[in-house]
């Protein structure tokens, strides 16, 4: 059986299950938005216990970076993404969760070629080439910098 494109196309639309953007999209928005949130709670909270503005700044991100390395370890962050999708991309708990992710997953391969080796599968073209962006922006703005003042 050759069925041509249009036969085709009907075929796979029977076949798939109808989008669900719209839930889709509130659930990544009702997630990032509570990842941020509980961002501005802790920063807050580390505000009222009379700590500067960087110092409350810096706890927040490495409150935040440890409560995803342990949901990560935990597999809660996976089901939670599962549901929420892109909304789990919220930078600093994505990083961290792209990081260790893969260590986790090739943590029985042992520390070095296991670990050591996978920890940055995912993460390590994103610093890659963001340092390589940042250089080249720098390079660029320092040659501009003469024009610009």
């Not at 798939?16 to 909270?45: D, H, K, M």
Request: hydrophobic share 45%; glycine share 12%.
């Amino acid at each position: 059986m050759n069925p041509t494109k249009e036969q085709y196309q009907q075929m796979v639309e029977k076949a798939s299950p109808p989008s669900r953007v719209v839930q889709n999209c509130l659930w990544a928005f009702g997630v990032g938005g509570g990842i941020c949130l509980l961002g501005e709670v802790l920063r807050q909270a580390y505000l009222a216990q009379g700590r500067t503005l960087t110092d409350a700044s810096t706890l927040t991100s490495i409150t935040l970076v440890a409560l995803s390395t342990l949901f990560t370890c935990l597999g809660w962050y996976h089901k939670l993404a599962v549901h929420a999708g892109a909304g789990t991309l919220v930078p600093i708990t994505g990083f961290a969760n792209a990081v260790v992710s893969p260590a986790v997953e090739f943590r029985c391969e042992g520390f070095v070629p296991g670990v050591g080796c996978k920890m940055f599968l995912i993460a390590g073209p994103v610093i890659v080439y963001g340092l390589g962006a940042s250089a080249l922006w720098g390079v660029v703005y320092y040659l501009l910098r003469p024009l610009l003042y």
